[in-house]
């Protein structure tokens, strides 16, 4: 009986100190974990951006962002996943990136990535998936869902502790 008891002190003991490690870099861990896959997927789409053709042309944007000509939405889509890309690597100015990236993450949403026509739940959530399959017209917006759930942790709990962002709270405070 007193062997368990030692037994059950020592693992509480263990997990405490497991629980305790897991806290302490709960604010710096996850959050750059966040930022740099952030940072990867929209600096990739950005490079592609500039390295590629505009096919913006061939878009319909939603209100206001039709009001712009294509190779400036090109242009402004590019800026901001690059320049953002940077930003979330580092850590810096993350909340105003992360909603920036939200808002194109949201025009591309509408533009591309949502169904044509949808009268039914049960249709738009067919378009819950990765891939569009060509000309079914229901859409594939799961990824650039899963990118705005992603940025969520990052407007609300900021850059974390490894982050530019911490640094200068910090030097300014």
Known sequence: MYIYSVAATISLNLYKKVINCLNFFSSSIPPLFLRLLLAWEFGESGFEKLNGTNWFADLTFPFPFNLLPPDISWGVSTVFEIVGA???????????????????????????????????????????????????GFGNYKLPLIYIVMFLPLVFGGAGKLSLDQLIKHKFN
């Open 86 to 136: 940077f930003a979330l690597a580092f850590g810096i100015a993350t909340r105003f990136f992360s909603m920036s990236l939200i808002v194109l993450t949201l025009v591309a949403i509408a533009t591309v990535h949502w169904p044509e026509q949808w009268g039914t739940l049960s249709d738009l959530i067919k378009g819950y998936r990765i891939a569009d399959e060509e000309g079914d």
